[in-house]
């Protein structure tokens, strides 16, 4: 009966642990040109068309499944705020 509530403990301990690690992932930020030509290049990404001009932006690539919003910062870097495949 005991072994129920502490394995249920467990996967809730492991769960959120899990959670707060990713929470706490590093941004990545880089030159918007280098930014630019590691999407294109690494990924084969391109801005999704259609998009309002504003400081992020959404990139994506039909050949490899991947997606990246980028924010581009007013002192010329670029950061990511989020990707997927």
Avoid at 8 to 31: F, K, R
Avoid at 45 to 73: F, H, I, Y
Wanted: glycine share 8%; net charge negative.
């Amino acid at each position: 009966m005991i072994m129920k509530p502490v394995f249920s403990g467990t996967i809730l301990a492991v769960t959120l642990a899990s959670l707060a690690g990713a929470a706490q992932a590093e941004e990545v930020c880089m030159p918007a040109k280098e930014m630019k030509s590691a999407l294109i290049d690494w990924y084969g990404e391109e801005p999704v068309p259609g998009q309002r001009e504003d400081n992020n932006q959404l990139w994506a690539s039909d050949q490899s499944g991947t997606w990246t919003l980028v924010k581009t910062l007013a002192d010329g870097n670029a950061c990511v705020l989020a990707q997927g495949d």
